[in-house]
Every structure is written in structure tokens, then in C-alpha cells.
């Protein structure tokens, strides 16, 4: 059991910014550390209140939604907490807890009075009201029909959606955060929401008379925006979302050859981490459809980095192994539209088994393996003609190759 530091060095700065969305309180501490061999707590569980707080009743006083990942310990941290009532009065604590479960005794406890309300963030309808239904839908018309939209005050209109603080506008990030704050799972705040360091993975295949976008992620996706060219000779018809978005809202509109989608919730549905199929679109005709960028946020708002997008081939290919011929090894290379069970099994002109490559799951795309003119037992074969056999589930293509030394 660890022994925790009892005292967290919390300080209060009272904001007195322009640009925040309505009566905020930035406070500041030292970021706690346990026994000296561990330095870094990992949750903080911070609670503010107009009453008094205590061990007794921390439990009961408001809790700070998405508080930051504790720093190392000794490090300066600092958190703010705007959509406050001005000119209001407020206590503030903090508990740390380790990855055991084990949490800290309260900190002190700090007093402070909210500065007055100012500026445009989370009014994106321009009405003076901030974080409202009402905001979420005219954010969610700017991602398909742009900046027309705004006829109120377009420039106060446009600040207004840096929900996330981040200094960026107009981003499905600050749109999911802007949910967030609706639907009441999160507060309004001015501390920027780090963006994840991994990209997320945009995939499109042709399956049948449809393309299916699909997306890998690290964690959730709670919005996603993809913006696709459309080829004159094809007509698509009304795009659905795929099981693994259920409960979410898919909303687009096709301008000429460019259809923008949009995938989020007014609610708590979300897509889980992981490789899912997102959008089945209907499409006719000779032309394709594909994705020209995406704008994709977890569901606590945490934008992902832009990544390429890749087209997943429509059918299972078997290409030619390069060099060939061959000394001493060569490249086979197939493409999966789909997830298969995999095997690829070299064979002399006797039809005996010499290796197999690859026995194994695999997913949708291309894939590659080398075959180093060595037999099962890491023998080097002699020249001649052989053959290569690659088995996705129930379909198999075979073709010659030749080693020559």
C-alpha cells in the first residue's frame, strides 16, 4: 500500500481572459507524488463547490469531467472551469489516486470568485445563449453546407466554435466537445484538449454495388467527417451506417461530384476503438467514389491526427512474384478484399509441398511476403521451375515462378 503525499499544493488564479465562453476559474498546484519510488500518480479526482469541502463530503460537491493526467510528480499543473455563474464564489480540492486504486487524502482547500462573463465560445447560433441544442445543429449544417451558414455574425459565429480551446475552429473535435457540454457530460473549459499522437486509419472497398468506408482507431470515435469526389459517370444512392456505428446520426449532401458525410450523436453513442466498417454507400454506374479528407474526433473530443486514406482492392488478386526469375529470393504479393484465412504454399514441378509462407488470418489490403529459395527445413532448393499457391478461405490462385543460380 502506498503512502500518498496528504498535501497538494493548490493554488487558485482567478481567469480574467477575453475570449472565454462564459465565468471561468483557472486554479493551479503541484502535481502530487505517493512513497519517493513512484513519482506519478495516475488519476486526479478534482471537485469544486459553493459550500465548504471536507473528507466527509468531497464525495458530494461537483465533479470535474476529463481532469488532466497527472504530470510527474513536482511538476506545475493547472485546469479551468468555465459555464459558471459570474462574480460567484467557489471552493476547489483535489484527491490523487494510483493505478492500485489507492487515493489520497483531500488537498487544502482553495477559495476564489468567478471572474465576469465575456466573449462567444459555444454560442455558435449566435443567439447569446451558450451550449444549446440549437448550437450543435448549425455546427452540424457548417460540415456539410459551410460557412453560409453563419448570418448572424459569421466572425463571432466562427470563434464560437473553438468549444475545445485548442485555437482552432470549425473542427469535429470542437463540435463533439460542444455535445459533450450539452448533454451534460462535460463543462465549458479554455484548457486546450492534446490531440492523440496516432492517426486513424481510413479505408475504402468496392463490395458489390456499394462502397464501404471503414475506419482503425486506437480508441473511440465520437465524430467523424469524410469529404468524397465523386466521378461524373457514377450515381450513389442513400448512404447507412454500419452495425458498428448503431444509435448514431448520419447526415450528408452531395454538391456536383464532392458528398460530405458526417457521423456523430446528440446522445452517448460512440464507435469503439478498433478496425470497423462505418458507411455503406449504393453506387451504379463505371465511376468511383473516394475520399479526398477526414476529420475525425474521439468521444471525449480528442482530434486524431489526419492520416492517408486507403483504397482496399474490390476482389482477390494474386500478382506475378518480382524478380522473376529469381537468386536467391523473390517478393509475392496478393490483395484481400476482405479479412481471410490465409496460406501461401511454395511447391516443385512434383506437386510436393517445399514451404509454406504464411498460414494465417489476415486483414483486408495488400499484402507481401518473401520466399528465400529455402525449403521447410531452412535448406537452400536447387534451381528450376516452382510454383506458388496463396488460399484465402475458400479461393485459390496459383502461379510459376523460376530459380536460377
Known amino acids: 500500500m502506498k503512502r500518498w503525499v496528504a498535501g497538494l499544493a493548490l493554488s487558485i488564479f482567478v481567469c480574467a481572459a477575453s475570449d472565454a465562453a462564459a465565468s471561468c476559474m483557472t486554479f493551479r498546484w503541484t502535481a502530487t507524488g505517493d512513497d519517493g519510488h513512484i513519482g506519478t500518480a495516475t488519476y486526479y479526482d478534482i471537485r469544486y463547490s459553493r459550500s465548504g469541502i471536507t473528507e466527509a463530503n468531497f464525495y458530494s460537491a461537483q465533479q470535474v469531467i476529463f481532469p488532466p493526467i497527472p504530470r510527474e510528480s513536482g511538476s506545475p499543473e493547472q485546469w479551468t472551469i468555465c459555464g459558471l455563474p459570474s462574480l460567484t464564489g467557489y471552493n476547489v480540492a483535489i484527491k490523487a489516486g494510483d493505478e492500485a486504486g489507492n487515493w489520497s487524502p483531500v488537498s487544502n482547500v482553495a477559495f476564489f470568485v468567478t471572474d465576469e462573463q465575456v466573449g462567444f465560445r459555444g454560442d455558435v447560433n449566435g443567439n447569446g445563449i451558450h451550449y444549446e441544442v440549437g448550437d450543435v445543429l448549425l455546427f452540424t449544417n457548417y460540415f456539410l453546407f459551410g460557412s453560409t451558414v453563419f448570418t448572424v455574425n459569421i466572425v463571432q459565429q466562427i470563434e464560437a466554435t473553438d468549444v475545445n480551446a485548442d485555437g482552432i475552429t470549425l473542427t469535429v473535435a470542437d463540435l463533439t466537445y460542444l455535445i459533450r457540454v450539452v448533454v451534460g457530460d462535460a463543462s465549458p473549459l479554455l484548457n486546450r484538449l492534446n490531440p492523440h499522437a496516432q492517426q486513424v486509419s481510413v479505408e475504402t472497398r468496392r463490395d458489390g454495388r456499394s462502397v464501404v468506408i471503414s475506419t482503425d482507431a486506437v480508441a473511440t470515435i465520437g465524430t467523424a467527417l469524410f469529404v468524397c469526389e465523386v466521378d461524373a459517370d457514377a450515381e450513389i444512392g442513400i448512404p447507412r451506417l454500419k452495425p458498428a456505428a448503431a444509435g448514431m446520426d448520419l447526415t450528408w449532401h452531395r454538391d456536383g461530384n464532392q458528398l460530405r458525410l458526417l457521423v456523430y450523436d446528440l446522445g452517448h453513442a460512440r464507435v469503439e476503438s478498433g478496425r470497423h466498417d462505418l458507411i455503406e454507400i449504393p453506387l451504379s454506374g463505371s465511376g468511383m467514389l473516394r475520399i479526398l479528407s477526414s476529420d475525425i474526433a474521439d468521444f471525449e473530443s480528442r482530434a486524431y491526427r489526419s492520416g492517408s486514406v486507403e483504397e482496399l482492392p474490390s476482389q482477390f488478386t494474386l500478382d506475378q512474384n518480382y524478380p522473376n526469375p529469381f537468386n536467391p529470393s523473390t517478393t509475392i504479393s496478393y490483395a484481400l478484399p476482405s479479412p481471410a484465412l490465409v496460406s501461401v504454399d511454395v511447391f516443385n514441378v512434383l506437386g510436393q509441398k517445399v514451404r509454406t509462407l504464411v498460414d494465417e488470418t489476415q486483414e483486408a489490403g495488400r499484402h507481401e511476403v518473401v520466399w528465400d529459395g529455402t525449403d521447410a527445413a531452412?535448406?537452400?532448393?536447387?534451381?528450376?521451375?516452382?510454383?506458388?499457391?496463396?488460399?484465402?478461405?475458400?479461393?485459390?490462385?496459383?502461379?510459376?515462378?523460376?530459380l536460377l543460380k
Open 378 to 402: 531452412g535448406i537452400t532448393v536447387s534451381s528450376g521451375v516452382y510454383f506458388y499457391r496463396v488460399t484465402a478461405d475458400d479461393i485459390t490462385r496459383s502461379r510459376k515462378m523460376l
